[in-house]
């Protein structure tokens, strides 16, 4: 019963408030409860959370309403390719995405579409000569010029690249595939694979993947921090809040 009047009062209080704190919802209870101790107020979020009423968006800050996540769409050969690396190397750990996923963000430029598959840097040279028998527009790490000249050109192409440690990953219809937030790290990160998204394009991708879904910007900045491009993506984020105060 308690937590079904704080449901009602939070519904009013944070109306139309894109996100608020912990701290803020210290002050929510406050106000009825004036003695009440910061480690009620956080059971109560965790359970406000853990029942859908709010979604944490980052360390510490909330918004009111379920989460969304990103789930991409999976390819038929997608699928496949996952399925036989898993049988022929069982205990690697590997993502695989189609940049077909990505088309929902793009207003005005057209995707190319490729294969991606990241896997342990270890075990590059194996999983790409395992796919290059059966797929010969297969590339392992691609240089720019390669892109341009094979992949974009090619059919079905197939590339392989080093999955970076501690990666944000997911699993989808028993695939693993990357989280929004590895997605949006790595068009900054990997410039060679995505040198033809750039500048403003690149900021329209980013506010429509974070209007459209939950992106939690903890794990988004922790991800960068490992590629090297923490102070970029925080300069991203700036932007897109600056656009829309």
């Not at 194996?126 to 390669?146: C, G, L, Q, W, Y």
């Not at 690149?202 to 429509?208: A, C, D, P, R």
Request: glycine fraction near 4%.
């Amino acid at each position: 019963m308690r937590l079904k009047k704080d449901k009602d009062r939070l519904s009013q209080y944070f109306e139309g408030r894109e996100s608020f704190t912990t701290n803020d919802m210290y002050g929510f209870f406050s106000q009825t409860q004036p003695d009440i101790k910061k480690a009620t107020v956080n059971w109560r979020v965790y359970e406000l959370v853990r029942q859908g009423f709010l979604k944490r968006i980052g360390r510490g800050m909330y918004a009111l309403g379920q989460g969304n996540c990103f789930l991409p769409l999976l390819t038929k050969k997608q699928k496949n390719i996952f399925s036989r690396i898993k049988k022929q190397f069982p205990l690697i750990t590997f993502c695989c995405w189609h940049t077909s996923a990505l088309k929902e963000f793009f207003q005005h430029f057209a995707v190319y579409d490729f294969l991606l598959i990241e896997t342990e840097r270890e075990t590059i040279d194996a999983v790409f000569h395992f796919i290059k028998e059966t797929n010969k527009n297969t590339f392992k790490e691609p240089s720019r010029d390669m892109m341009e000249t094979f992949v974009f050109d090619g059919k079905d192409a197939v590339i392989v690249k080093s999955l970076i440690s501690e990666a944000p990953l997911q699993d989808v219809d028993a695939v693993t595939v990357p989280t929004i937030e590895k997605i949006l790290v790595d068009l900054v990160a990997d410039s060679e694979t995505f040198f033809f998204l750039q500048g403003h394009e690149m900021l329209n991708v980013f506010e429509s993947a974070m209007g459209k879904y939950t992106v939690n910007t903890d794990r988004l900045l922790r991800y960068a921090k490992r590629r090297n491009k923490k102070e970029e993506l925080q300069k991203i984020l700036m932007q897109i809040s600056g656009k829309n105060k």
